[in-house]
């Protein structure tokens, strides 16, 4: 089936820094999509980026598709951006979203 | 815009009993639902798919017995965790989607504690 892996699996900042996240997926996806979950466990869908690139506030994700990889760059990360980072995979054709192990971010003050 | 509401939220129940959770889509179609289950170890888990006049679809080491699902509209969706026990701990995550390839749209979950 689908296999999702992302790296790093954990990233600790000084707030104003980068941030850098990868996808790597083994098959063709329909989908993918980047969520952010709270340290409550909220999941909240920050860009859903199948192709190309997609920009919204501080985040950029890039998808090359035919390199079946995507990255998510967090600009400028803030204090608030510490959570965990989750990429997903649609299959082609059966909408199963396939989550990766996600990447813990933290940023501190 | 597009939202997921579940509840509970939090929910706290005696091994061998059951426990109900419902999930409803608000602006959209949710003509697709799925459940999932993040474990305490992080790891995410479909634990079923459920397409508008179409059969429910569970995934491995998921019965329909265990974990039944209604969806009788395109805004609500529930599901029943059946004699509840330890390995049953954990978020279960509602994800709406109005079709496939269209971007999925998740709810704030609902934490199963068992005692």
């Known amino acids: 089936g689908q296999q999702v892996q992302q790296s790093p699996s954990s990233l600790v900042l000084q707030e104003g820094e980068n941030a850098e996240l990868q996808c790597n997926f083994s098959?063709?996806?329909?989908?993918l999509q980047w969520f952010y979950q709270s340290p409550g466990g909220s999941l909240v869908s920050l860009l859903s980026n199948p192709s190309g690139t997609k920009h919204t506030g501080r985040l950029t994700s890039t998808t090359v598709t035919k390199e079946r990889r995507s990255s998510l760059h967090i600009s400028s990360s803030q204090t608030t951006d510490s959570g965990t980072y989750l990429c997903a995979i649609e299959n082609t054709n059966t909408g199963k979203l396939t989550f990766g192990d996600g990447t813990v971010l933290t940023v501190k003050p | 815009g597009a939202l997921v509401y579940q509840y509970p939220r939090r929910t706290i129940c005696k091994s061998g009993t059951s426990m109900r959770m419902e999930c409803q889509a608000v602006?959209?179609?949710?003509?697709?639902v799925a459940w999932y289950r993040q474990s305490p170890q992080k790891t995410f888990e479909l634990i079923a798919l459920s397409t508008v006049n179409s059969a429910i679809k569970y995934e491995q080491n998921f019965t329909q017995e265990k974990f039944p699902i209604s969806h009788p509209n395109l805004s609500f969706s529930s599901m029943t965790v059946l004699n509840a026990y330890l390995e049953d701990r954990g978020l279960y995550l509602c994800?709406?989607?109005?079709?496939?390839?269209?971007?999925?749209?998740f709810g704030p979950g609902t934490r199963l504690t068992v005692l």
């Open positions: 602006g959209f179609q949710a003509t697709s």
């Open positions: 994800g709406a989607t109005p079709g496939l390839g269209d971007e999925q749209y």
């Open positions: 098959s063709t996806a329909t989908q």
